[in-house]
């Protein structure tokens, strides 16, 4: 049977998914996103020039790959208008390869309102999300009350919005959040409301379609096909370190879910992870380093956000939570992302255990946070070499020591961010 294979983070997003797509993209036909939104951020890279995409599959920039926008994801169309246009600009139209799937759930403009009552809310408790809606929009179609992107040519699209909306501002009101200071992008609502509904306008345009039929038929007729994850397994709303995390399945049952592809449809798995950790938002990060060299890992590995442009929080390579997240998706092959960030670095630590409630544990406690849980590190010589050509001997064994204890081969090692920086295992 011909299967899908599946690229997903392992560690809490920002992995370096995007570059990866779409260095892998020449070998598929169809790149598919399953879950998330427009708090993803994938930047690819080649020939001097920067993308960030947000809501539009990485195999864009490959011409002649069809992009797919599967019923798992949830669609801002103005988010989704502003990334089209600045594609087409740039000289990728993607009329006859972008299509939507009927099935994804809108975000409303009330959906990110209400994201940021809920934050404002939360106070000291605040999830840090990425104010984008995400968890109240998967909170509606959990509810049974989304709209999707179906409903956008349905007659009574209007007065479903309008009901919709008016429990929003009510939720709203309850909390006690002032609409007038509200800014979306720089609008006022009512401003936002209407570049909205721009948006709503022009994805008419492109293809809407039952993608659960159009991935199943494609994998039928023999082509290829790449779901590719957004977020990371310790961001997801089952497995990750809850209530900080976002609200869907961004592990590889996620696909199953987010394209209605089966199970014994799943080929190979990728699993990809920085040779550091970085995490953005609030939530435990037991190896994060508030020192120089958590510093020096932000500056040389540019970890300011995609999304948000927030400075991400640094630390060493978690390997239990690694291990975990490997579990997890059933992953096949590992790639290791940004060694080069710390090519000069004279030794290397690596977390391989915690200490918990004065136990030792290879587990990830249920109650993690980082006050009571304290990493127990190995400490491994740096390679102090870069990587022209071949791997460094001493990156090698950095390389042979996570393989030893993840149990899962790293096929793939990127050394910068442009999409030919990567050597093969
Ligand atoms: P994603 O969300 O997983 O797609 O990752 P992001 O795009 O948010 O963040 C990854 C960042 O690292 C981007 O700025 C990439 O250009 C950059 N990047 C990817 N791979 C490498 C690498 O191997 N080395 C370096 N130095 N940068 C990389
Ligand atoms: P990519 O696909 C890193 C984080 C947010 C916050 C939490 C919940 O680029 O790897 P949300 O807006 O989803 O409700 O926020 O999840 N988060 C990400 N962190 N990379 C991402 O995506 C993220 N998407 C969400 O910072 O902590
Ligand atoms: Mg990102």
Known sequence: MNKLDILLGLQWGDEGKGKVVDALTPNYDIVARFQGGPNAGHTIKFEGKKFVLHNIPSGVLTPGCVNVIGNGVIIDPYILKGEIEGLCEAGFDLRQTLKIANRAHLILPTHRAMDAANEKA??????????????????????????????????????????????????????????????????????????????????????????????????????????????????????????????????????????GVAPNRIGKVFGIFKAYCTRVGTGPFPTELFDETGELLRQNGHEFGATTGRPRRCGWLDLPALKYAVMLSGVTDLMMMKSDVMDDFKTVKVATGYRYNNKETKHLPFAACTETMEPVYTEIPGWQQKIEGQIPQKLEDYIKFIENYVGVPIKFVSYGPDRTQNVWR
């Open 122 to 259: 939360l106070g000291k408790m605040k999830v840090g999300t990425t104010l984008k809606g995400i968890g109240p929009t998967y909170t509606d179609k959990t509810a049974r009350k989304g709209l999707r992107i179906g409903d956008i040519g349905l007659a009574d699209f209007c007065d479903k919005y309008n009901h919709l909306k008016e429990s929003h501002l009510q939720q709203i009101k309850n909390l006690d959040f002032d609409m007038d200071e509200l800014r979306l992008d720089g609008m006022t609502f009512a401003d936002y409301e209407k570049a909205w509904f721009e948006g709503v306008e022009y994805l008419k345009q492109y293809e809407f379609i039952d993608s659960e039929y159009y991935i199943n038929e494609a994998l039928d007729a023999g082509k290829k096909v790449l779901a590719e994850g957004a977020q990371g397994s310790m961001l997801d709303v089952d497995f990750g370190s809850y209530p900080f995390v976002t609200s869907s399945n961004v592990i590889a049952a996620g696909v199953c879910s987010g394209l």
